[in-house]
């Protein structure tokens, strides 16, 4: 059996890597002190015997001694100088992230669509990135006696935690927020909030770290002919309702233009009225209030239209009106004088009235 005098791993797509000749064939297990021992960058090299893990590597060149092998030396009683061989597992391991590991959520789990009453099947989708942290709790909880191990061989250690994660938070999510099964894809995010933080939970008892943990879909199983036709009447319902709902928004934007052209309307007939009278204001708004004596008990009737306004509020507006109300008496003491004339005198009226 050959002696190996260099050992190293140029495996990167693995995570786990048992040594082995690199011409293939059976395992080999010999090994002898001052082979030289390559570790790359982001690897940990483990020897293991008898199932217990002996002396950890990190990254470097090691020329193997009793000095840097100090457990399994005394494990195997080296003879002979160490240049006989002697027996020992030696794993290397990957601590790189490992991107993009696959997960599907299968078979399909069922849910009742309340509003038609069908049993719509729901699966999903997504993927994970893990990194080593803990060797010695990876290889005693999962490793084992595996010769090699993918990351895409964590799928299926941990595809029954994943999948009851991830119908715990759809099914717990849509009820809280009152969704039926055909709209599921509005919590993609939620439910992958929801599951990660218990999945990493879980890997770390493994000696993983999850990186990034991301659902990429939920969608439902539409083989069968009821549910392609309630997706279909589902549709046809959601096009109706949007169809409405953009209705009756043109409506009250129609509506509102037309409250505002009124209010226009209505403002330009009321100012025409204000003192537009040929005969000196007999005809209009201002001739009535004048010919009624009107105009003196103006702010004190405003004021109690406003009555049931709050005191600081209603006081404000009152005083407001007392204003206005002196300021119109003066104009028609200067007009009765000959100091203002009709015009300027219905002017200076409108401009009081406006502010009320």
């Given at each position: ?65 009793t000095e840097n092998l100090p457990i399994l030396s005394g494990l195997i009683g080296l003879a002979f100088g160490g240049q006989s061989p002697f027996k020992a597992e030696v794993y290397f391991f990957n601590k790189a992230i490992a ?159 037309y409250k505002v052209e009124r209010s226009f309307d209505t403002t330009e007939a009321a100012a025409g009225n204000i003192g537009g009278g040929s005969d000196g204001g007999a005809g209009s708004i201002l001739g009535t209030m004048l ?43 200067w007009k009765a004088e000959g100091i203002l004339t009709e015009e300027v005198y219905n002017e200076k009226i409108k401009e009081l009235l406006n502010r009320i």
């Amino acid at each position: 059996m050959a002696i190996i005098d260099v050992l190293k791993c140029d495996r990167p797509e693995k995570m786990v890597w048992k040594w082995q000749p690199p011409e293939g064939g059976l395992r080999q297990e010999e090994l002898r002190l001052g082979t030289q021992l390559v570790v790359n960058h982001s690897q940990q090299a483990v020897f293991v015997k008898g199932g217990e893990i002996a002396d950890i590597f990190e990254a470097g060149t090691h020329t193997l001694s009793t000095e840097n092998l100090p457990i399994l030396s005394g494990l195997i009683g080296l003879a002979f100088g160490g240049q006989s061989p002697f027996k020992a597992e030696v794993y290397f391991f990957n601590k790189a992230i490992a991107m993009d590991t696959k997960f599907a959520l299968r078979p399909p789990f069922n849910m009742i669509e309340p509003n038609f009453r069908v049993t719509i099947p729901i699966v999903s989708r997504g993927s994970f990135a893990v990194k080593i942290t803990d060797v010695r709790l990876f290889i005693s909880q999962i490793i084992g006696t595996l010769p090699d191990f993918e990351a895409a061989t964590l799928s299926q250690y941990f595809r029954g935690i994943i999948t009851e994660q991830i119908k715990a938070a759809i099914i717990r999510i849509s009820r809280e927020q009152n969704l039926s099964p055909l709209e599921l894809e509005a919590i993609v995010i939620d439910v992958s909030d929801a599951v990660k933080g218990i999945f990493a939970e879980t890997l770390a008892r493994y000696g993983l770290f999850l990186e990034l943990f991301s659902i990429e879909a939920i969608s439902i199983v539409d083989d069968d002919p009821r549910v392609k036709k309630v997706i279909e009447d589902y549709q046809s319902l959601m096009a109706k309702d949007m169809e409405e709902r953009m209705r009756l928004r043109r409506h009250s934007e129609n509506l509102e233009v037309y409250k505002v052209e009124r209010s226009f309307d209505t403002t330009e007939a009321a100012a025409g009225n204000i003192g537009g009278g040929s005969d000196g204001g007999a005809g209009s708004i201002l001739g009535t209030m004048l010919g009624y004596q009107m105009v003196q008990p103006l702010g004190s009737a405003i004021g109690t239209m406003v009555g049931t306004i709050t005191p600081n509020v209603q006081q404000t507006v009152t005083d407001e009106f007392d204003e206005i109300d002196r300021k119109m008496k003066k104009l028609g003491e200067w007009k009765a004088e000959g100091i203002l004339t009709e015009e300027v005198y219905n002017e200076k009226i409108k401009e009081l009235l406006n502010r009320i």
